[in-house]
Structure formats: C-alpha cells, structure tokens
C-alpha cells in the first residue's frame, strides 16, 4: 500500500483541489494519505471537504517545520503497513498524475 504524507501550513485554498487531484489520479492505487497540519494558524484541515477515509489528518498545535512534518506523516502511516512513502506538497505545486508510476517503479525495486 501506498502511504502520502502531506505537510500542510497555510494551504487552505489549494487542499481540496490537492486531495481531489489525489482521488482521481489514485483510483487504482491502494493508498492512505495523513494530512499534517504543523501549527497552522488558519487551521487549513478544517477547509477539507471530503470525507474519504483514506484521507486522515494530524494536527500540531507548533510549526516544527516541513521535515518534522513529513516524518510524523511517515510514522504515522508506517503504523497501517504502507509499503511505500511518499513526500507530496498540499500546495498544489506537484502533480499526483505522476505518483501512479513512481509508486509502480518504488514496488518493482522492493520487490526485486
């Protein structure tokens, strides 16, 4: 299973289109993404609308950062045996179209 961490600091106009993005190009994909907002003063989880239930969320009351973030994600999502992680920015500037292939190359070379 594939496992998305996505830091999330001050994205609240461009989550909803990130994880929809992530639903649609995802579809095929077994997956779980934890939404992790680091002490964001907007609050940008609560302007989340889906209510999917691979898409979770972890909140931090302080900002520590972007790679304390993106480890507590991986930790979090290494506890549902996600054989596979992954790094995606909430705001908008990756383009999950591609992690169906990155995934397929990152099962291929765990397995061989």
């Known amino acids: 299973m594939l496992g998305i961490a996505i830091p999330a600091y001050k994205v609240s106009k461009n989550i909803n289109d990130t994880i929809n993005a992530l639903l ?6 077994e997956f779980l993404a934890v939404i ?16 999917d239930k691979r898409i979770h969320i972890i909140k931090s009351n302080c900002n520590y950062g972007v790679g304390d973030a993106t480890m507590k994600g991986f930790s979090y999502l290494m506890k549902f045996n996600c054989t596979s992680l992954l790094k995606f920015d909430a705001d908008g500037q990756h383009n999950s179209k591609h992690i169906p292939d990155i995934y397929c190359l990152s099962e291929n070379l765990r397995n061989n």
């Open 36 to 51: 992790i907002e680091d002490g964001c003063p907007e609050n940008s989880s609560s302007y989340i609308e889906s209510t």
């Open 24 to 29: 649609i190009n995802l579809e095929d994909i």
